[in-house]
DNA sequence: CCTTCAATCTACAGCAACTGTAGTTTATCC
DNA sequence: GGATAAACTACAGTTGCTGTAGATTGAAGG
């Protein structure tokens, strides 16, 4: 029997994020101790690295709550995880075009700078007036 | 004299945006018309579109203000300035780096998915085994 | 002048995904 | 049996908004 603690270390996640994963239903209801204290199996050891993994690959809650349901139900098809793996790597793909925007703006304001003076900054000229933007940035960058 | 609404529509801002940058003092709070409602003028679009503009550059809330600040007293260094920018180019290009690790792995991931059942699903197998990765991505993905 | 209706107001709850704090109780070791 | 680390609950705070409810206000048309 794992006490909370040792979850937390083998699995790099703060004990307050443990409880709120049980809080959420993410994680199982833990056994219970005579004093109140939670004590864990291997298997739920499993399930909260599962967790991490996926929030470490970028995974909302709620997909891990679909992918933890498809593990949990083995003979069920695969699609179905397949298809919120590649949603995920969509995102990611989206997440990065948009920041490489970013970067390109970034840096040819910063390169432009060279004034003494914020009066002749580039870098809150820019700021100042979108029209000197070279790409579209209209969604906020995630 | 603008009201609260044009603001919102010239610079695609949610009204209760508006109120809550001023509630946080990034807008100065706004002149009032007898009935209570905020009249604005032309600066203060100036400094919402900044304000905008820099969010979508994906400066955060803080860092905002510091430029506003800068931006407010334009016999300063420019080198605050510069330095804040830099400051989200590194951040920006941190974020892109971690990214390309998680679309390298997720891709994997998807690429070698041809298990039709869950049991066998090389999605789950992957999130189940952290040992599995190529990369480390100990990081969440921001 | 009066109605009407969109726009605005305040106040507060909620989102994601935790993290931190305070004050108390339990488990373990010597 | 005492000390001390670790656990407990409960709740507030983080970032940057967004949404809702219910009450007013302002401007335009008749």
Redesign the pocket.
């Given at each position: 029997m794992l006490?909370?603690?040792?979850l937390?270390r083998r699995t790099g996640?703060?004990?307050?994020?443990i409880?709120?994963?049980e809080e959420i239903g993410l994680m199982n209801e833990?056994g219970?101790?005579?004093?109140?204290?939670?004590r864990y199996f291997e298997k739920d050891l499993d399930r909260l690295a599962f967790i991490r993994h996926s929030?470490q690959l970028g995974f909302?809650?709620?997909s891990i709550r679909e992918l933890l349901d498809l593990s949990d139900n083995p003979s069920q098809s695969c699609a179905e995880a397949d298809s919120i793996a590649r949603r995920q790597l969509r995102q990611v793909e989206q997440r990065i075009k948009r920041l490489q925007a970013l970067k390109k703006e970034l840096k040819r304001m910063v390169a432009e700078c060279e004034g003494d003076s914020v009066a002749e900054c580039k870098v809150l000229e820019v700021l100042r007036d979108h029209s000197e933007c070279l790409t579209e940035h209209d969604e906020?960058g995630a």
């Open positions: 006490a909370i603690g040792t937390s996640t703060k004990v307050q994020t409880r709120y994963y833990a219970r101790t005579a004093g109140g204290q939670r929030r909302s809650l709620d906020i």
